[in-house]
């Protein structure tokens, strides 16, 4: 047997709410008013594809570092390199075995992430063992436009494998067609797309239904018996459409979460997937679809084992924790969409000093410290000479990882004279259960539920932008336990 | 412990430029200003001076780097000089350098100079720059009031002081500070300030506001040295020796170790202890008679009474507001206005602070003159709580 064995997602905290967008623009565009209702989850400043990524694996598979499956994928339209793979930032964060791990960046289309689904469940249905697909998106949109009400950030990951199986692969089908509803050239920010109707009527009534006909085909299956259909899509009417002409029951159609996540793009399917597993009971039939450029078709039945597999938090944890932003110019900032003025102390050489970077990729990339093999002192950043006065011995240190490691603020302050996208910047010395202590950079922290003794858990987030050489820096920040 | 270098360099001349937002001059016009002051009080030709040190904290950001700025700003007679930076402590770094090798009987007469034009970068607040290559992947996204602002979670931590009263007590150093620059004709802010002000000014980095701030300025101190006996040949009287000079760099272990709670800055400890031993000063309360200390901000001056063993562990707040540091109090601190009335041009300020105690012993310091000084303590904290250098100076009345 074949199948998901363990499902998890991220959403970033902060919820713009929508109506602030529509009090903005609807002056403009009087049709954005009627979608000026509900939230949308957006990233903050320091958040992005790689690092929803990495909490979305994390809320799956558990924090535990020198987990080894056998592949790892990412698949995204929103990463922010060109030309530099995304899942082996992933892997690192997570701390993986990367010896002998695949990975793979799976991109270009919304159903990057079915596709991707597919390839693992061939490495698994090969015997080679647990493949981990994991999918995020930071969509970026033009002041005023639609997509600006409909798209939302989001991250979501599913396990695959032989064993422990909570939802088998009952069958798959793919169409591949070039029916562009929308694109994106190379370069650009925003999507190109085109009238809606049209890509309902030929889009998901026309090519998806078909492939789903196709796929039911292949299988005893009725469609009446689907209990979880999920046709992720900006069009809140849409699936409901499609269900009705398919046979399937309308109790069965998943919800896109456009009035509290938005639309996450290629994380979609498996955010929505993920979501509906949360929900799902034994013996129950999950049809997944991936629209773009064709699609793809998953048929799953969900075991006995179901019961039992929960992720850290799933979609509804991360809906519950939700902190509502009613800033329109701060998710402008944040994304940078405006020409801001950011001040002098922001214009400081952002170099990425690449062989230095690599020497330094345990602590910088998995939060790596030193535990002395002589006296068990833990400490951070790893060095030659035991920090512990009473030790010191030379060259005892071990690879110690600290990120799924709990944390106290020590000393703190709040920052407003150093540059921060989000001031002020909050930063202090964390210590942790266990031994070990870092001064280092905080966020999402509430004020109000803020002080010294505050629990906080270690989180991979950017660090600094250098849009001079279109770079970015990643590093750990302490969370305030929520 | 070694026999230290107590009465075995003394002073022979001062000098310090006006300090403030000192459009008008180059490093170099600053420089001059304060050597003319100095080598007229020495009393000897630029010729005799033997070698030289420079100190400057940012170079990039004022003169470029090596010791040719010195040497070429005052035209030294082709002596060695040599530029030192060591973070804050530098000024007082180049003041060793001299002194050691007077002391050594390498030279007879040197010259410590400090420098540093921090107002070319047209922002307000120190210069950005760089940590470090590797450092600047990890270290926190902070400025200076940020980082010093660690030490009052930690005080509060420590102690249960509620913000209220550290706020005040801070308020009370800036205020003292202040009101001694309002006399001081070199201060760069000679505004007296009410600790209304100080409490109600714009926030900084929680809890430092903008009056818990030093200023930010232009400016330049050095000061010769030579040996007792080289001075009596050039018909000094009263002398003023160096009785200590001692530094401490961190070694990691205050931000890397669970022995350290952020509430007091470990390397002052370290640093004081060995200069009290080296000045022979066993009971600092009684016998300094004067601080001239590193308050960048409020509360590093609050934490450093602590540090230096002139207030109790946890008794720096009631000492700090029953006035035992004020102009009229037991150990006076930042008489001439310290680092908060001077701003902190970094390579200068620890010269400007032993000009400050040089001119106090030698009953030369106008309107700020402390009746019948002794001792006089200086002290330098460079870089953040949990990692720094820390320089502790004492001078006194030669041979008493």
Same mark, same amino acid.
Not at chain 1, 87 to 107: G, K, P, Q, W
Not at chain 1, 404 to 424: E, S
């Given at each position: ?7 998890? #997602? ?144 989001? #991250? ?236 010191? #011995? ?89 | ?149 660690? %030490? ?32 001081? +004709? ?23 506001? %903008? ?96 540090? %230096? ?35 902190? +041009? ?55």
């Amino acid at each position: 047997m074949v199948g998901i064995t363990a499902y998890g #997602a991220y959403l970033p905290r902060l919820r713009l709410q929508k109506k602030v967008i529509a009090d903005a623009n609807g002056w403009f565009d009087s049709g954005l008013i009627g979608l000026g209702k509900g939230e949308k989850a957006m990233c903050n400043w320091d958040e992005d594809a790689i690092t929803m990524a990495t909490e979305a694996y994390a809320d799956c598979m558990g924090r535990e570092t020198g987990q080894a499956p056998a592949a790892l994928f990412l698949a995204s339209t929103t990463l922010p390199f060109a030309d530099r793979q995304h899942s082996v930032i992933v892997a690192e964060a997570l701390n993986l075995e990367t010896a002998d791990l695949r990975t793979m960046d799976v991109t270009s289309s919304q159903r990057a992430s079915t596709s991707a689904l597919l390839s693992a469940l061939d490495i698994a249905g090969a015997g080679k063992g647990e493949a981990v697909v994991v999918a995020a998106e930071h969509r970026l949109t033009r002041c005023a436009s639609r997509e600006e009400m409909l798209f939302g950030d989001g #991250a979501a990951a599913v396990s695959v494998g032989a064993e422990n199986v909570i939802a088998e692969l009952v069958c798959s089908f793919t169409q591949a067609t070039d029916m562009i509803d929308h694109y994106r050239a190379e370069g650009e920010d925003f999507d190109y797309g085109w009238e809606e109707r049209w890509v309902r009527d030929v889009g998901y009534m026309g090519i998806l239904r078909r492939a789903v006909e196709s796929l039911l085909s292949k299988t005893e299956v009725d469609a009446a018996d689907i209990k979880h259909f999920i046709l992720p899509t900006d069009q809140a009417r849409a699936p409901a459409m499609v269900a009705k002409r398919l046979g399937i029951a309308d109790s069965a159609v998943a919800d896109n979460l456009l009035q509290s996540v938005g639309s996450t793009g290629a994380a979609q399917p498996l955010l929505l997937l993920t979501h509906r597993l949360e929900q799902a009971e034994p013996g129950d039939l999950i049809l997944l679809t991936g629209f773009g450029q064709g699609c793809d078709t998953l048929l799953f039945r969900t075991t006995d084992a179901i019961a039992n597999k929960k992720p850290l938090s799933g979609v509804s944890g991360h809906l519950a924790r939700g902190v509502a932003e009613e800033n329109y110019n701060k998710y402008q900032s944040f994304n940078d969409l405006l020409d801001k003025e950011l001040g002098k102390r922001a214009d400081t050489d952002k170099t990425a000093f690449l062989s230095a970077m690599y020497r330094n990729r345990g602590l910088v990339n998995s939060f790596v410290g030193g535990k002395c093999s002589a006296c068990d002192t833990v400490q951070m950043p790893k060095h030659n000479y035991c920090v512990n006065p009473e030790c010191g #011995a030379f060259q005892t240190q071990e690879d110690h990882p600290m990120s799924g490691v709990k944390g106290r603020v020590a000393t703190w302050t709040a920052d407003r004279l150093t540059f921060d996208f989000n001031p002020p910047a909050y930063f202090g010395l964390v210590k942790f259960e266990g031994g070990g202590r870092i001064m280092m950079d905080m966020t999402e922290v509430d004020p109000d539920n803020f002080d010294i003794g505050t629990e906080v858990s270690v989180h991979f987030r950017i660090k600094q932008i250098d849009s001079q050489r279109g770079f970015r820096k990643y590093f750990w920040k302490a969370v305030p336990a929520a | 412990m070694a026999r230290g270098i107590k009465d075995k360099v003394v002073i022979l001349g001062a000098g310090c430029s006006k300090f403030g937002e000192r459009w008008e001059c180059e490093p170099a016009d600053l420089m001059a200003e304060a050597f003319e002051e100095c080598i007229a009080d020495a009393g000897i030709e630029k010729n005799q001076i033997e070698a030289a040190w420079q100190a400057t904290g940012i170079d990039s950001f004022s003169v470029g780097p090596g010791a040719m700025p010195l040497s070429m700003a005052l035209r030294l007679p082709y002596i060695p000089v040599t530029r030192l930076e060591n973070y804050c402590a530098s000024g007082t770094e180049a003041f060793r350098a001299a002194t050691y090798a007077v002391a050594s009987g390498a030279c007879d007469i040197a010259l410590a100079m400090g420098f540093e034009k921090l107002k070319d970068t047209g922002y307000g607040g120190l210069p950005q720059r760089s940590r470090g290559v590797s450092n600047d992947m990890y270290y926190p996204n902070l400025s200076a009031p940020g980082m010093f602002a660690q %030490l009052a979670a930690g005080y509060r931590a420590k102690y249960g002081t509620s913000k209220e009263d550290l706020k005040q007590a801070m308020a009370h150093v800036s205020v003292k500070s202040h009101a001694n620059g309002a006399k001081n +004709p070199k201060a760069h802010l000679q505004r007296a300030i009410t600790e209304e002000q100080a409490l109600n000014a714009a926030m900084i980095a929680d809890p430092i506001g %903008l009056f818990d701030c030093c200023g930010v300025s232009d400016g330049a101190a050095c000061a010769i040295v030579t040996t007792p006996e080289m001075a009596r040949s050039l018909g000094k009287k009263d002398l003023i020796s160096v009785k200590a000079l001692q530094l401490c760099a961190s070694n990691g272990e205050e931000g890397g170790f669970d022995n350290w709670d952020g509430s007091y800055v470990a390397t002052t400890r370290i640093a004081a202890k060995r200069a009290y031993e080296e000045a022979g000063v066993t009971k600092p309360r009684k016998e300094i008679s004067m601080t001239e200390v590193h308050d960048c901000f409020s509360v590093t001056e609050m934490v450093t009474m602590e540090d %230096l063993f002139l207030s109790e562990d946890g008794g720096a707040v009631k000492d700090v507001l029953d006035g035992v540091y004020d102009a009229d109090g037991e150990v006076p601190c930042q008489i001439d206005g310290g680092l908060k009335c001077f701003g902190h +041009p970094i390579g200068a300020s620890g010269l400007r602070m032993l000009y400050e105690m040089y001119l106090q012993l030698g009953g030369r310091a106008g309107d700020r003159q402390l009746s019948d000084p002794k001792l006089g303590l200086t002290h330098n904290l460079g870089g953040f709580p949990h990692q720094n250098v820390v320089s502790v100076a004492i001078i006194g009345q030669y041979g008493v």
